[in-house]
């Protein structure tokens, strides 16, 4: 008679592990990887860790050993960086014999006016104000125009105080005069944009004769009488009386220029 077979096989006997070897120690590896990456991903393939541990162990330590080498380098600062300067000034050669150029001033503390003309209001207003402790007063340019309510959008076309003129921020009050868009600017601020039409000139008025006594006969040349005098010729036409002869109320020998009896001809 054969012996019964067993139930159950036996279970396989565990393959024991290989000693660990000192730079297989866990704690060596993963200073290595942070340390010196390329020798601690070679020690962890040599591990005893697990295929996944190692895998995710060179990634990692890849990573940060590629992340120095992808950034840019840090500015030299310090002493070591202003020597390093130094030396590469003194290498170069000048370009040229010129003298350099002369440093440029400091700008001074003290406020100055800014150019408004050409500017709307509201952003003048802002740049002023900003450099006094008072506001910017604002006028019509012309004379005949008042400004509205809101003048913001309003051209600038003249201010008292001129560009670049030193300001108190205390007591300065500078003035500006407006205009609408799309209107022109006067010639001088305070004109009318619509002047009144000039009154017409008063008609000239026709000199009437003037009465005198007769003239003596010396004068008249023994001619003319009445009370009628005529001073010149324009009198005798604008009395209608010309040409005036001699025994002509008003005859005079001052108006025959030529003595032949006919006075004021032309």
């Not at 295929?51 to 070591?80: C, H, M, N, Y």
């Not at 006094?132 to 959008?153: M, R």
């Not at 009465?211 to 009370?227: C, L, Q, R, V």
């Amino acid at each position: 008679m054969y012996p019964p077979p067993h139930a159950y096989a036996p279970a396989p006997m565990p393959v024991p592990k290989p000693p660990r070897r000192w730079w297989q120690h866990p704690a060596l590896i993963i200073t290595a990887l942070v340390v010196l990456p390329p020798a601690g991903i070679a020690l962890a393939w040599t591990s005893q860790w697990e295929r996944t541990q190692k895998i995710l162990a060179t990634v990692l330590s890849g990573i940060w050993f590629l992340i120095p080498l992808l950034s840019d380098p840090p500015e030299e600062t310090g002493a070591e960086g202003k020597a390093q300067t130094t030396a590469a000034a003194s290498a170069s050669p000048a370009p040229n014999s010129s003298p350099p150029p002369a440093p440029t001033p400091t700008p001074s503390a003290e406020p100055q006016m800014p150019s408004a003309v050409g500017r709307p209001y509201a952003q003048a207003q802002k740049t002023v104000e900003e450099l006094i402790d008072g506001e910017l007063k604002a006028l019509s340019a012309y004379a005949d125009v008042s400004l509205p309510a809101d003048y913001g959008t309003w051209l600038v076309c003249f201010q008292d105080v001129t560009a670049g003129s030193r300001l108190v921020a205390r007591s300065a009050a500078p003035v500006v005069h407006l205009v609408a868009p799309g209107t022109a600017c006067p010639a001088t601020p305070g004109t009318d944009l619509r002047p009144k039409p000039a009154a017409p000139a008063p008609a000239p008025t026709t000199a009437a004769p003037t009465t005198a006594p007769a003239p003596d006969d010396d004068e008249t040349g023994g001619s003319g009488g009445g009370n009628v005098s005529y001073r010149n010729c324009a009198a005798v036409r604008a009395a209608g009386a010309a040409p005036i002869r001699v025994g002509d109320p008003g005859y005079g020998r001052h108006l025959d220029r030529d003595g032949d009896g006919v006075g004021c001809e032309r």
